[in-house]
């Protein structure tokens, strides 16, 4: 997050992987934070519901089964006793594992012509974990505007700067440090903290919980 910005004002978006991995957790959830404790934002996705949204949900939709069919962290998927050296089994996916989320995405409602013809095609020349993996960072890259958009249109409120999300701070107890791209501090006094935002983030956290 460290100077970015989460729809790109600021000339820099936020690393990729932040908006792939909050993304679920909004989706499944409802609501969710992101923060690096200079900045804090808040995610609602209760006032998507409005019909110009239908087509972006349904996107993000597609995308959270997509994720999920290609994961597997139950572990009655992945012990594998048959495989790995004799008395140290591997947590690998099993044949059957692999063959029931196959079947799934074949079944599944992907209305996305290019993204169901992109999963066919992989699945129909290899069924194994490698398959699955790219077919996650397919689908990554093909919703990622659609993910993006989501997460900027589900905000509920202005980012929440405790402290300015940009350069770097560093701590200087002896005073010998001399960066000018940095925020030296000393103690926490020296910090530009603004109650009222700090009562804006409490009340939000508030909410939220």
Known sequence: MLNGSLKGDCGKYYKNSLYLEIVPSLWKNGRSILTNLRRWHFFDIAGMKDKKYDELRNEIKEYILIQELCGFDNIDECYNKNAGKKGNPSYVPTAEALNNHRDQLYNAIIKNREMHEMIHNALDS??????????????????????????????????????????????????????????????????????????????????FI
């Open 126 to 207: 290899d069924v194994s974990i490698n398959a699955f993996r790219n077919i996650q960072k397919d689908a990554d890259n093909y919703y990622f505007e659609s993910i993006r958009e989501f997460l900027c249109e589900s905000e509920s409120c202005d980012p929440i700067d405790l402290v300015r999300n940009e350069g770097k701070m560093v701590v200087d107890r002896v005073g010998n440090l001399d960066d000018n791209n940095s925020k030296v501090i000393t103690d926490i006094s020296d910090l530009d903290v603004n109650v009222a935002d700090w009562n804006m983030l409490i009340s939000y956290i508030d909410k």
